[in-house]
């Protein structure tokens, strides 16, 4: 679940240049600033205490002329701390999710691909770091509504992004053909933040409550060992941001996270690069000859 705000800022450029919308008033620089803050006590806490987003959903099948399939039931996290700077704020983070089986909602280790039969070992999402830059110099801080929008809805407000990545792919199809649906690695992920607007008007709370709902359109996940078979995934996701942090986690994902990769139980300490996605992550394991394709 990433949102690459580094991109926000070539966005802006691209429609600035163009001519796209009218260049906005400058001489209420302040109203942007208070705007770009209260995204910032949504995603984060301006104290820099630990914030954790929890949230779970289904993760279907959808493939041309078939109906669709519940694949897995998916839990997952991000824990982040926030930076705030002069011109917007960082967040350190890293974030895990994982596949259940969509009936008895355990983690998953193997799984029965229902389109091959086979048996695969399942990877999970392990993304360390998930770090994002939302800092915006003044010139492009007056299109920060243009950029991160936000709905108003009786008492609620709702802020959105639509994102599509599309660039070429960590596994090339000539290189990982069984993992690889295409040298394009393109998908879509839309996210959306509800919050109350009565609290983002007490500006003296470091961090508000937060209900997410967050959609993803993504080529099959490598382990899944479907080759170029046509078709994508659809995660589809609800969650908040929790009170207790990572305490407030469901017992069986804080179990897996204390058994498996305790560091996920904090954000990162300092900034780093680059981003890691499950697709870099899994080519990390299958170069490493830490992934075998077969179940022992």
């Known amino acids: 679940m990433q949102i690459n705000s580094g991109g926000l800022l070539i966005i802006a450029l691209l429609i600035i240049c163009s001519g796209l919308i009218a260049a906005p008033k400058t001489d209420n620089i302040s109203r942007y600033k208070d705007y770009l803050n209260d995204f910032m006590r949504i995603r984060g806490d301006a104290t820099g205490k630990d914030v954790v987003f929890y949230w779970s959903g289904t993760v279907y099948s959808f493939v041309p002329g078939e109906k669709k399939q519940e694949l897995f039931k998916f839990e997952g996290f991000n824990i982040a701390k926030t930076i705030v700077t002069d011109e917007g704020f960082q967040l350190l983070t890293r974030e895990a999710a994982f596949y259940e089986d969509p009936k008895t909602g355990q983690i998953l280790t193997t799984w029965t691909n229902p389109f091959t039969q086979k048996v695969v070992p399942v990877v999970h999402i392990w993304n360390d770091p998930v770090n994002q830059d939302i800092t915006f110099p003044e010139e492009y801080l007056l299109y920060i509504e243009k950029f991160l929008p936000s709905s108003d809805w009786g008492e609620t407000r709702c802020y959105n992004m639509d994102i599509f990545p599309f660039y070429p792919s960590p596994l090339p199809r000539n290189l990982y053909p069984e993992y690889s649906q295409s040298d394009t690695y393109q998908a879509g992920e839309f996210f959306q933040f509800f919050v109350e607007r009565e609290d983002l008007e007490k500006k003296k709370l470091a961090t508000v409550p937060t209900i997410i709902s967050w959609t993803r359109i993504s ?74 394709p077969d179940t022992k």
């Open 219 to 292: 080529p099959w996940m490598p382990f899944m060992q479907m080759g170029d078979k046509a078709g994508n995934l659809i995660f589809v996701c609800r969650g908040m941001k929790l009170d207790q942090g990572f305490a407030g986690l469901p017992n069986q994902i804080r179990d897996f996270v204390k058994s498996n990769h305790p560091e996920y139980m904090n954000p990162p300490s300092e900034w780093s690069e680059p981003n890691e996605t499950s697709w870099t992550y899994f080519k990390k394991l299958i170069d490493s000859g830490v992934y075998s």
